[in-house]
């Protein structure tokens, strides 16, 4: 196994690179726009933020042999379209607060949210037609109606309480996925990667994007508020049926199955639930399957990345192999 | 001159086409797609609009002697980019309706108008990357950027008294010019024109773009609310300052000056000054000036398309300067 530690401090230095890039483009763009709407740029890229998108694109490329440091501003192309989505989304779900500091649409109004969300967008696309051509922009696009579209389907979803496990990974793929795999994608395209390459580093994305997404619902109930800024058991006070539930559900005897439904109907009182719901679901083994299905999706990530061997390509593949490994680490 | 009702008569066809290929598009969608998202698209994009910006590309790309059908797509883009911009656009001016019927975020929310206009804009740039290749691209992505910029100089500007006329230019040239020229400019790009010919269009854009939002700001005035559908003197009590008040600022003497200052100071009572500050303006030959630019714009930009000789393309020309004319006798 990888050193999850090395990897980190690598990606570190690499993440600081891409911080360098947006900030060029940010001074670039500084002469002809609006001082407000750079400020909210500003703002709402620069803060701290993990970069996995743009890292994701930077070493898919690099395993199929990119050597060009122009791939760095492809990968702010994916953290422009992840911020753009973060900055609606957190008009839609009335989200206070993003990495430890207030929201953009908090800090500077809806208004202001949505059109430099917009403006990130339209940034985002012409980046990605300019270095990864025409196919790149239409998997980097297919990527964004696809959130689109998975958002439309929570929305649906939202209040409907038997969600299948399936039902729950198309979800997610949309949510998450398809972003992180396009990087991956894209990335592998943009470096030159022959196509079963580039296929196997949009099943490696997609896995990843899986198990991240896993894990993320993993942390709202388990995770500690300090670290991960949110509160606990958020999903299920906003109606959010997530993979651990699902699985309860279905490992559950009758007699939990009927309190869980009882206590998920009565929506005034989730609040209140979140410890019995959360207690049953630790009883029947819910998070216990629900972790082993994201270190399931993290192998199979890991395992699409065998077609590339090792002797020339040990750095990059050590690094995605330790960004995947990461995400089951990861606490925040 | 050109006979504008055997043009309009021409452009309605060619506008049906537009809405049937707009119609195929969301027919392909449908089998992936969530249902209200669909609901929200059909909504938002067939609802009797004139198509402006698709037949300015279409009949700018067959100037340049392009006679393919896949041009109506390239044109579908931009009304898909302009829809999308509506789309933000009403939650931002909290307008309760758009053409006769409740706006898209009145009738849906403004959760679906967010992401449905985040779709259309991800659908508008795979298009023309699609069609009209990286170039294409960056002008259409500019334009995007370049809207939101406006958006934020207009938030901005709101609160400014003592616009300049050059500012009131920048202003519409970036509100609506930029996309119309874009138009333009990539269909011309699409049909094979030559660097001169792109070029003619694209100033010929430009200027119908501005000639197109003076006429827009006159309207505000002076148009019949049973036509326009808008409530008369909107700009003015939104705090908007535009065009024939600038000039009327400009011709008026110190009492006028004065008076006029004194009435767009007090915000409250700005509805029932309309009438007294329209007054004005119309003594002073604010309107009759204002309406004197948009006809100076419509008139250079029917002589930038003087470099296309007539005997080839003697429909298309007569179609873009009648577009250009029509601009001037609108009333809605």
Redesign the interface.
Known sequence: MVQVKSVIAAVKAEAAKVDEYMRADLARLQP???E??LEVLDYGLLNGGKRVRPLLAVFASRLCGNKDENVYRLGCAFEYLHA?TLF?DD??DNSETRRGKRSVYKQFG???A??????L???A??TV??LA??KG??I???A??GM??G???Q??NATKHNLTELEYYDAIMMKTGLLIAAACEVGAIYGGGTPEQVKALRDYGANLGCAFQIIDDLLDYLGDPAKTGKVVGNDLVEGKVTLPLILAFNCAGERDKKRLAALLGTKDKRSSNVQEVSGIIESVGGFAAARKEAVAAVENAIAALRIFPTHNNYYERNVLEGLAHYVLTRDK
């Open positions: 002809e726009t609006d407000l709407l753009a609606h008009i839609i809806t208004i202001a949505i059109l430099a969300g917009d403006y967008h339209a940034l696309m012409s037609g300019r051509g025409a922009l239409e980097f696009c297919n964004t109606t689109v579209d958002e439309f389907m929305l649906r």
